[in-house]
């Protein structure tokens, strides 16, 4: 048998052998996927049985994992300079900085809390002020939410509110605040999230754990719901040492009065402040 025979008997059995490869990897997906719609009837079921309808439109997202962040004064520092120009540094003690910039002043504490005063005139809003909100998170490398912005205005003042996000991930006890007065910016507060990431933990809860996690609270502490309308894997931030700062999975379950958080690595409930 000659060379060219040979070679493609061998691409011929190399095909064949990934044709099978591709037909068990395949049937493998088609089962998993089979058994996990199966799991989500089973589910729905049995919040039925407990008079709680499970909306089809829950978002069955994958679990989170926990991480670590650790505060950067430099990188701290830089952003802040760039929404305030050239700046003066002081440190205050307890892990409190304060800035002193040509367009205003900064105080920005090692929990991530801060607060920022502007001169007139350095953020005009106009028609837009969540459009001017966001140009100024972009300055401050703060990630954000913009479709969750809330405007509140009465008479000369504006006040937007919007979500802070880690990696496009919302983080449901973090938010900053625009106080605009005649559409000029004066005051920032809010929640910044450190910029150097220190390490993270395992995947934390499925979605399906943390819903009989939530069922079982339910009966427990007496709620009353009748239907789960949306689920919301995100973070809450704490801060167990001044400067740095744990982001721990956290569902939220919408339902038809109100939300509840459920720790995504413990299954527990979360208060939010």
Do not use: H
């Not at 997906?29 to 039925?48: N, P, V």
């Not at 407990?50 to 997202?61: D, H, M, R």
């Not at 105080?107 to 801060?114: C, D, L, N, S, Y």
């Not at 939220?252 to 509840?260: F, L, M, W």
């Amino acid at each position: 048998m000659d060379g060219s025979k040979i070679k493609n008997i061998v691409l011929l059995i190399l095909f064949l052998t990934n044709v099978f490869l591709l037909g068990m990897l395949l049937t493998d997906y088609s089962e998993k996927r089979a058994a996990e719609e199966e799991g989500w009837e089973q589910l729905t079921a049995i919040f039925a049985e407990n008079g709680i309808a499970l909306s089809p439109t829950v978002q069955k997202e994958e679990p989170l994992k926990p991480y670590s962040l650790r505060r950067d004064a430099e990188g701290e520092r830089a952003a802040v300079e760039k929404l305030l120009g050239n700046l003066e540094f002081l440190d205050m003690g307890g892990n409190i900085y304060f800035y002193n910039g040509v367009d205003g002043q900064a105080t920005f504490r090692g929990t991530g809390e801060f607060d920022i005063v502007l001169q007139a005139g350095v953020v005009s809003a106009g028609n837009e002020p969540v459009q001017a909100a966001c140009g100024v998170l972009k300055k401050l490398g703060i990630g954000y939410d913009r479709d969750r912005a809330d405007v509140k205005a009465e008479r000369s003042m504006t006040v937007v509110t919007i979500p802070v996000c880690w990696q496009d991930i919302q983080v449901f006890n973090a938010q900053v605040t625009f106080t605009f007065s005649s559409e000029t910016l004066i005051l920032i507060s809010g929640r910044r999230l450190p910029d150097t990431e220190s390490g993270q933990g395992s995947v934390g809860l499925p979605p399906k754990t943390l819903l009989m996690d939530f069922l079982r609270a339910v009966n427990e502490g007496g709620y009353v719901c009748s239907e789960v309308t949306e689920m919301q894997c995100g973070y809450i931030m704490n801060v167990p040492v001044s400067g740095d700062v744990e982001l721990v999975p956290v569902w939220r379950i919408g339902t038809d009065v109100g939300d509840y958080y459920f720790n995504g690595v413990t299954g527990r409930e979360e208060i939010l402040a």
